[in-house]
């Protein structure tokens, strides 16, 4: 089964270093993301069944179910990001003179930024609980929350370019305002919280804190 797994990893990997347009760098950042949150749920994994942290073994139970969730449905966004694609590069192919064409592309557009901008929701999430995870988590796993928050950022980053790369070409100016601004938030947010908590795991590391 873990065979399997990984030959799967394997040809998707492959599919993204292709000249193929999907998966993109939406599918890219959607399992960062995943590899992210999943980083949190081995630190609350390996706490919860350390004796030293025993007190903390319920929060560290509910940790780990949080971030195992936050983990499979960024996971399925990476699908989900490819779906979402394939409506935008059929409106592409529409030709300029056929009437409804821009229509179908703004539609397409929209659709093709709902997978980033989920994967941001699911991102903002994360952070809270990595913060948790460092104060209480296992010391030896200290390392892998500040991979977690670097992932993390680089995730929101990443999906960020991808809402704009759509909303930059929509022809509803408020909507796709509406839409970057919103965006604009959830990136500020994660990444001061990740930025946080990546500076707080390298001051630990090397005595500095």
Not at 8 to 37: F, I, M, R, V, Y
Not at 133 to 144: N, V, Y
Not at 168 to 189: P, Q, T, Y
Request: glycine content about 8%.
């Amino acid at each position: 089964m873990e065979q399997n797994k990984n030959t799967n990893l394997e040809e998707w990997l492959k599919a993204l270093a292709s000249d193929a347009p999907a998966p993109g760098g939406g599918g890219a950042s959607a399992l960062a993301g995943s590899c992210a949150a999943a980083l949190g749920a081995m630190v609350a994994n390996l706490t919860r069944g350390n004796r030293r942290y025993e007190e903390v073994r319920p929060e560290m139970i509910e940790l780990a179910e949080r971030t195992e969730k936050i983990s499979e449905h960024l996971f399925r966004l990476i699908e989900e990001d490819r779906l979402a694609f394939l409506p935008l590069a059929e409106a592409y192919r529409i030709p300029k003179e056929e009437p409804g064409r821009a229509e179908k592309l703004e539609s397409a557009l929209r659709t093709a930024a709902g997978a980033p901008m989920e994967m941001l929701k699911t991102l903002a999430t994360l952070p809270p609980l990595l913060s948790v995870l460092l104060q209480k988590g296992s010391k030896l796993a200290l390392s892998d929350v500040g991979c977690a928050a670097a992932l993390c950022r680089g995730a929101a980053e990443s999906a960020h370019l991808n809402i704009q790369v759509n909303t930059g070409l929509m022809k509803d100016r408020c909507r796709a305002e509406e839409l970057e601004a919103e965006a604009d938030g959830l990136l500020s947010d994660t990444a001061s919280a990740c930025d946080q908590l990546y500076v707080s795991v390298r001051n630990r590391l090397t005595g500095a804190e």
